[in-house]
């Protein structure tokens, strides 16, 4: 997370989000601590494509096993091409090797892409974990 290119592809969702959240007004950045995504605690990768930084994402421990899905976020340009299904196969591979048995994330109901994907790679409704102002929908996945 203090790698440059992190920092500025979290930036760069921010601002997105910011300008296509329903009520931009209401939308909340907030970087994340950079220690809870160093190994065991967590992992922050970034997606390349053509030698250029298209995307991020990463997990975070919450305890018990449980880890959170954080930031997972392709550039407008490059979604639509698998990367972010890629990504988020290999945050839950890594998320096994660091000790997790489940995944949740928080996301908002009009990012619809997302929600497809998560739904689509069995993540399910869970109760709210967090009092993320940006979020309405929180998903969780049992891991093997």
Not at 103 to 116: I, Q
Request: a negative charge.
């Amino acid at each position: 997370m203090t790698d440059a290119a992190a920092h500025a592809l979290l930036a760069e969702y921010f601002a997105y989000r910011a300008q296509t959240f329903p009520n931009p007004a209401g939308y909340v950045a907030t970087f994340p601590a950079p220690e809870q995504f160093v190994r065991p605690l967590g992992v922050f990768l970034v997606v390349e494509l053509d030698r250029a930084d298209v995307g991020c994402g990463g997990i975070r421990s919450l305890g018990n096993g449980r880890f959170e899905v954080k930031h997972l976020w392709l550039q407008p340009g490059v979604q639509g091409r698998g990367l972010g299904r890629a990504l988020l196969a290999e945050l839950e591979r890594v998320a096994v090797g660091l000790g997790a048995t489940e995944l949740v994330l928080d996301t908002n109901a009009s990012l619809d892409a997302a929600g497809g994907l998560y739904r689509s790679t069995g993540y399910v409704d869970v109760e709210p974990y967090n009092d993320n102002p940006n979020a309405n929908v929180w998903l969780g996945k049992v891991l093997d």
